[in-house]
């Protein structure tokens, strides 16, 4: 079992069984949209961030995304960490017909997938040290210098990153910074970058 000091917040209840089973910590459940207008919920989600901080584990659809920005905004942004997942094809077991847009969900990918999410969203996990990736931080200018947004091909650019990465397309370029900032040294995203894009190199 991984013990998570935060709370992880997910959005349905078969989400929760599958973290259950293997992470001890306090796994709180959305049910889908209802967060939108439980107002107790919403106070719940607010009082438990004041006492542990939380982790967001949303799927990786269009949906995840909403439930995700919605909950964020409920917290300072200190309180709050991201986890996401990677767009994995398929469908889960149980379910007779996949989602609309063909990705696993939270509960539908390996339990390895969801402790490297965790550990990648800086969550806090007992017997783990937390190790600081970076000799400085990445900034939004590198992240122009790199290609990887305000550039006509940096959609593209992010896009073949996030695959890279294990992280969900339709992260934003803001989410992608705070993510890479926990993942890479500067000298490991000029690698990548490079690897993509073999123009890339003089910014590095």
């Known amino acids: 079992m991984y013990k998570i000091k935060e709370t992880i917040i997910v959005e349905g209840l078969y989400d929760k069984i599958k973290l259950s089973q293997f992470v001890d910590g306090v796994i709180?459940?959305?049910?889908?949209?209802?967060?939108?207008?439980?107002?107790?919920?919403?106070?719940?989600?607010?009082?438990?961030?004041?006492?542990?901080?939380?982790?967001?584990?949303?799927?990786?659809?269009?949906?995840?995304?909403?439930?995700?920005?919605?909950?964020?905004?409920?917290?300072?942004?200190?309180?709050?960490?991201?986890?996401?997942?990677?767009?994995?094809?398929?469908?889960?077991?149980?379910?007779?017909?996949?989602?609309?847009e063909g990705l696993l969900g939270v509960e539908g990918v390996s339990d390895d997938v969801i402790i490297e999410a965790l550990r990648a969203s800086g969550a806090t996990i007992d017997g783990e040290n937390t190790r600081v990736k970076n000799n400085r931080t990445i900034t939004k200018s590198d992240m122009f210098n790199l290609g990887l947004s305000g550039t006509k091909d940096s959609v593209?650019?992010?896009?073949?990153?996030?695959?890279?990465?294990?992280?969900?397309?339709?992260?934003?370029?803001?989410?992608?910074?705070?993510?890479?900032?926990r993942l890479l040294t500067f000298d490991e995203l000029c690698e990548l970058v490079q690897n993509i894009d073999k123009n890339s190199d003089k910014f590095c």
């Open 28 to 100: 709180f459940v959305t049910n889908g949209f209802s967060v939108f207008t439980n107002e107790n919920m919403q106070k719940s989600i607010q009082e438990l961030g004041k006492r542990t901080g939380i982790v967001i584990l949303t799927d990786s659809d269009s949906a995840g995304f909403k439930i995700r920005n919605f909950v964020k905004q409920l917290l300072p942004e200190k309180l709050v960490k991201h986890a996401y997942i990677p767009n994995i094809e398929g469908k889960e077991k149980r379910k007779r017909i996949g989602g609309k």
């Open 156 to 181: 593209k650019m992010r896009v073949l990153l996030t695959k890279e990465l294990g992280l969900p397309y339709k992260i934003s370029s803001n989410m992608l910074l705070d993510v890479i900032n």
